[in-house]
């Protein structure tokens, strides 16, 4: 499949007292971490941070893993995301209401567990969390 947009997103973990938990966002049944569609001359990086900002009110993202990022394959009609990996060590999470759809983008958010969500989230979004939980195991192995 042709590669025909890019889109950019987070995957956000947060310390919890049982445990590190992930930020998963619902748009009807499906659920996702914060991403969406690079707008043209934006920097990847700056489209995620711009997205979750948008889709969740979280600001203060700490790139403890740096730039590493993964890429899904190729989706609806060409789609490719890449996703990073941050923590957000405090912040409310709020669902803003989109100026474009005049109500949230998501209708839910919750903080789970990894083997929570892997129950919930699709083969792709697995992929990326896999990734995640990997990535942050093998430089932290205690968390």
């Not at 707008?39 to 990847?44: A, F, K, R, Y």
């Not at 993964?70 to 912040?91: C, D, F, H, M, N």
């Amino acid at each position: 499949m042709k590669v025909t947009r890019h889109s950019s997103g987070v995957v956000i973990r947060r310390p919890f007292a049982d445990g590190p938990r992930y930020l998963l966002l619902r748009c009807f049944g499906y659920w996702d971490f914060p991403k969406g569609e690079v707008e043209p001359g934006e920097d990847l990086l700056a489209t995620a941070r711009r997205e979750v900002l948008e889709e969740a009110g979280l600001a203060d993202l700490v790139f403890r893993w740096g730039e590493a990022f993964v890429e899904t394959t190729p989706y609806s009609r060409g789609k490719v995301t890449r996703y990073y990996l941050a923590e957000s060590p405090e912040g409310e999470v709020y669902l803003p209401i989109s100026p474009e759809l005049g109500v949230p983008e998501h209708q839910e958010f919750r903080w789970v567990r990894y083997e929570e969500a892997l129950a919930l989230v699709n083969g792709r979004i697995r992929a990326v969390l896999d990734w995640a939980e990997n990535q942050a195991r093998d430089s932290h192995p205690s968390v």
